[in-house]
């Protein structure tokens, strides 16, 4: 699962590099998330925290 979100984060850094200025800020946008996303799935993967919902 990592490796496709460590793709998925060196695919938007290189679209960032050779964006346009009305594409940049959606592309920083997704890269963003992308980054959160991989620091929850390191989360998870220590167990230091719980993926599921509290109910």
């Known amino acids: 699962m990592t490796t496709?979100?460590?793709e998925v984060i060196a695919l938007?850094?290189?679209?960032?590099r050779n964006a346009d200025p009305t594409?940049?800020?959606q592309?920083?946008?997704?890269?963003e998330?992308?980054?959160?996303?991989?620091?929850v799935i390191w989360a998870e993967?220590?167990?230091s925290?719980?993926?599921e919902p509290p109910f």
């Open 4 to 6: 496709c979100i460590d």
């Open 49 to 51: 925290i719980e993926a």
């Open 33 to 39: 998330l992308a980054l959160a996303e991989r620091e």
């Open 27 to 31: 592309i920083e946008n997704e890269l």
């Open 12 to 16: 938007l850094q290189a679209e960032l």
């Open 23 to 25: 594409e940049r800020r």
């Open 45 to 47: 993967q220590e167990g």
